[in-house]
């Protein structure tokens, strides 16, 4: 470009410099407010959690599971449990849903 034209010392490229120079400006004055409010609301909160109150000193930490394996859980829960009294249960509401009136399909 510069053999083009000899008077041009330097490219500029196609920003719009002054518009990128005022919202950096814009910008920049927003971090420095936003900054300024941080400073009461850091001392407000390190006051709060300076000295710890009752309701934190009475949180008993709880016991730590470090593993836990599905397929052992669900053999436990279905050993606990036995299909006769499944099937008891389920016989059982729907001969009350039945003696209550209520439209139930046997299947």
Known sequence: M?????????E???TNTPAVTQSLAWM????????ILMIPLTHYLWKITA???QIAASIIA????????????IHKMNSQTSE????EKINTVMSNA???????RKS
């Open 98 to 104: 039945l003696e209550a009136g209520f439209a139930v």
């Open 28 to 35: 920049m004055a927003v971090m420095v407010v936003c900054s």
């Open 12 to 14: 500029k490229r196609d």
């Open 51 to 53: 000295q710890p109150t």
């Open 84 to 87: 006769n009294q499944d099937h």
């Open 62 to 73: 709880p016991n730590v599971v470090l593993e836990v394996f599905p397929s052992q859980e």
């Open 2 to 10: 510069s053999k083009e034209h000899p008077e041009i010392l330097f």
